[in-house]
């Protein structure tokens, strides 16, 4: 079953603007990840996010966690056309080995040049 | 460099035949997993393994089989019983779940496409 379901669907902006995806869960996790993938390609890892972590950062990169809400959130600042892409969060179960991750249907962005 | 290898990038199959997609992954990773992607959606599990000689059914094991003989390797066979084979197939990676370093991370194929003629 999915968990993770991604806001909004797809997503199109101009060079340089800021790009914000969400993520929204059902049930308690350990972390929570979000990926990339290019076009036809396989998945990247951007960042993690430990259940006990409310924000962090990498890059341009900078994702929050509200475990109240079951929800995350992932800002691309000062995006570039090489940043389009879909992204996806993943979350594995609290509980669970930590090793079986559910994704989402992903966010479609399109930045424009 | 180390990384994970899926072949063949493409692959057509007539309907009623078996076909295997190959994963191999020289990271020196215990867990190794298969996804099915389908058009606009997210991942789905068919099956994953955490060690050698040992796998468990996914979301979507229906029509499909793994085999892991090896640590490097968890080929995924997908038999005539899978109703609606043709998709693009992901194989995956991470350390495992024995090992303080498991951040439960994936490392990627660049995957494989199966269309049914």
């Known amino acids: 079953s999915q968990q993770g379901e991604e806001d909004p669907q797809a997503l199109s902006i101009q060079e340089g603007e800021n790009a914000t995806m969400n993520c929204s869960y059902k049930?308690?996790?350990?972390?929570l990840q979000w990926y990339r993938q290019n076009s036809g390609r396989g998945l990247v890892h951007l960042i993690l996010i430990r259940s006990n972590e409310r924000e962090k950062h990498s890059g341009r990169l900078r994702v929050t966690l509200d475990t109240s809400k079951k929800s995350s959130s992932l800002l691309i600042t000062a995006s570039r056309a090489a940043d389009t892409a879909s992204y996806f969060c993943a979350t594995d179960g609290e509980g669970a080995s930590g090793s079986r991750l559910t994704f989402g249907e992903g966010t479609q962005l399109t930045v424009n040049p | 460099d180390g990384g994970i290898t899926q072949s063949p990038k493409y692959l057509f199959r007539k309907e009623g035949q078996n076909v295997t997609l190959s994963c191999e992954q020289n990271?020196?990773?215990?867990?190794m997993y298969w996804y099915r992607q389908d058009p606009g959606q997210g991942l789905r599990l068919i099956y994953y393994s955490q060690i050698v000689n040992d796998f468990q059914k996914g979301d979507i094991a229906e029509g499909y089989s793994v085999s892991r003989e090896k640590k490097e390797s968890f080929p995924l066979t997908v038999t005539s019983a899978q109703k609606n084979p043709t998709a693009f197939y992901l194989c995956?990676?991470?350390?495992?779940?024995?090992?303080?370093?498991?951040?439960?991370?994936?490392?990627f194929g660049e995957g494989s496409r199966l269309t049914v003629l």
């Open positions: 049930t308690s996790i350990n972390n």
């Open positions: 995956a990676s991470s350390i495992g779940t024995g090992t303080v370093k498991n951040t439960g991370e994936l490392f």
């Open positions: 990271l020196n990773h215990d867990a």
